[in-house]
């Protein structure tokens, strides 16, 4: 689906690593590598973000976990459950692979920094203008908007903490 395939492949364990897309995640240190992570040096960059395959994932709608398209919903992680919230996640995810990365996420998986998970489709969430930066996450580059400002005014929309998250 959104393969990246590298011409001078990271190493990992002495092999090239390719991590392509798809499920389940290559395990590496014990752990699923999600689609967006680098590999470094042969060592895995868990707290990082590769920027063009995590801007690949936010204009062509796919999964920042497994790499595969998104269906019309999605879910984000949200710095706080409002709207105009930042968007704390580089790009939305599947259900299930949002469920894996709160599970082995050390940021994601905090309760104590109080994010909350919610389904968008595409036009909830728009590039932000002021780039909150989070201590411990990444920039965020999306914040979401309010219900009235897209397709779908009437929708309920419904904010998950992370303990109501399966
Ligand atoms: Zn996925």
Not at 21 to 29: E, H, I, Q, Y
Not at 50 to 75: F, P
Not at 85 to 107: E, G, N, R, Y
Not at 122 to 142: C, F, L, V
Request: with cysteine; glycine share 6%; hydrophobic share 35%.
């Amino acid at each position: 689906m959104k393969d990246v395939v590298y011409v001078h492949p990271p190493q990992y364990k002495g092999e090239e690593f390719q991590n392509p897309a798809g499920l389940p995640r290559p395990v590496v240190a014990g752990l699923p590598f999600p689609w967006v992570t680098p590999m470094g040096d042969s060592e895995p960059l868990f707290k990082e973000v590769e920027r063009v395959k995590a801007e690949m994932c936010r204009s062509q709608w796919g999964c920042q976990v497994c790499g595969y398209d998104l269906a019309t919903t999605a879910w984000v992680a949200l710095e706080r459950p409002q709207d105009g919230s930042p968007v704390v996640t580089s790009a939305a995810m599947h259900q299930t692979c949002l469920v894996l990365a709160a599970k082995h996420c050390p940021v994601l998986g905090d309760a104590s920094n109080g994010y909350a998970f919610t389904e968008v489709q595409q036009d909830d969430i728009t590039a932000s203008d002021d780039e909150t930066s989070h201590e411990k996450a990444p920039k965020a580059r999306w914040r979401l908007r309010s219900v009235s400002e897209t397709s779908r005014p009437d929708r309920l929309r419904i904010f998950l903490s992370l303990a109501q998250l399966h």
